[in-house]
């Protein structure tokens, strides 16, 4: 049987070193997938080996097959917003490590990795069970991507597919890290995606979709998780922080449990348009001020942001710590949660512990909400009064 185990230090079919363009080289690698992978039934799909080192990335990867294995022997993350603000003659390291990929893109694309295989998905198939695993993605530049600056890409999904994984990666300095469009059952967990414009994004429609176990941080212009048209996505164990924002537009019965919110914008969970039957649970919101001021919603839009009908926020804790002087609008109480629109939303068990006055908030187009011991009674503003309402002692 052909090889279905490569490592790119090694293989001998290269035209040129994994460390001068390792994008060629696993498209080479690919190509030969292919060459050797021939009918329906013997497609078994492939592992390719990135060994620790420094590889330069100048020519996009194009993934066409299935079953395809990417891995590597450790996310390597170094942060280098902190490099790039510091004095590092000291320093003992001042990049990342292990097997580490820089995106430099020479050839004009803007991602280093695009899934993709074309023809209509009813009659190729879609792609399937392809893994990404236990390397580094670096953007390389200091322009500030999350800016946003860049432009770059570090693995984008653009065919329908089925299984996906992305597990145990390093991203860094990437406008966005990943791009999934039109996905079932993905999986992404235990990633480290920091000074990203835009950490994880779920576009077109995706269902059960699971997001765990991560660390999100820095997303400064952008979403840390941001989901359009979801089915059922479950989110869940994950570290988001410095402008933490889950965003999902038309999504429905998804599960948002046991993450670790810190942020010093407002928007840390936001349902947009119509988003029905969602739970919001056991969740830790701290709100802070510092290191950026947010360009897209003053202290108004609310920490959680609802749109939509029958959604459930319960035993979640609110850590709201903001000096009056920096709370905009100016001398605004700010809202911690505002259920923009929809009808039967419950809130439930919910604690509030603020330096400043804040407000859970129901305008004018919701109707009834159900409110209890989610906060006291000086804390309440209804627009509506289409509400029932018991307030914590």
């Not at 049987?1 to 230090?9: I, L, R």
Request: charged letters at 15%; hydrophobic letters at 40%.
């Amino acid at each position: 049987m052909a090889n279905t185990v490569y490592d790119v230090t090694t293989w001998t079919g290269a035209t040129v070193s994994p460390y001068v363009d390792i994008g060629a080289v696993i498209n080479q690698i690919i190509a030969d997938i292919k060459t050797n992978q021939t009918t329906q039934t013997t497609r078994p799909g492939a592992v390719i080996y990135i060994p620790p080192g420094h590889y330069n990335l100048l020519t996009r990867v194009v993934i066409d097959v299935s079953f395809l294995q990417i891995k590597g022997s450790g996310h390597g993350f170094l942060s280098e917003a902190i490099r790039d603000g510091s004095s590092t003659g000291s320093w003992v390291e001042t990049q990342p490590g292990a097997s580490h990929i820089r995106v430099m893109n020479t050839d004009g694309h803007l991602e280093a990795f695009l899934v993709s295989r074309a023809g209509d998905p009813n009659v190729v198939g879609r792609l399937n069970s392809i893994e990404f695993k236990d390397f580094c993605l670096d953007g390389v530049t200091d322009s500030k991507p999350y800016s946003p600056g860049n432009s770059k890409i570090g693995i984008s999904v653009q065919s329908d597919n089925d299984s996906f994984r992305v597990e145990g990666m390093g991203f860094v300095y990437l406008e966005h890290a990943v791009i999934i469009h039109g996905a079932d059952a993905p999986y992404l967990t235990n990633n480290f995606i920091a000074e990203c414009g835009n950490c994880i994004e779920l576009t077109g429609a995706s269902q059960v979709a699971k997001i765990t176990n991560n660390f999100l941080i820095s997303a400064w212009a952008g979403y840390s998780i941001y989901a359009e048209n979801a089915e059922g996505p479950l989110i869940t164990g994950n570290s988001i922080l410095w402008a933490a924002n889950i965003t999902l537009s038309n999504s429905n019965r998804a599960s948002i449990s046991a993450n670790k919110l810190l942020s010093n914008f407002p928007s840390m969970i936001a349902f947009l348009g119509s988003c029905a039957e969602n739970l919001i649970s056991a969740n830790h919101f701290r709100r802070v001020y510092g290191d950026g001021t947010s360009t897209r919603f003053d202290d108004l839009f609310g920490l959680v942001h609802i749109e939509g009908s029958n959604n459930t926020l319960t035993g979640n804790l609110f850590s709201f710590n903001v000096p009056a002087a920096n709370i905009t609008p100016s001398g605004a109480d700010p809202t911690i949660v505002l259920v923009r629109s929809g009808d039967s939303n419950y809130l439930a068990s919910n604690n509030i512990v603020s330096n400043v006055t804040t407000k859970v908030v129901l305008d004018a187009s919701s109707t009834a909400t159900r409110i209890i011991y989610s906060a006291q009674s000086a804390q309440f503003n209804p627009y509506t009064t289409n509400y029932s309402f018991i307030a914590t002692p």
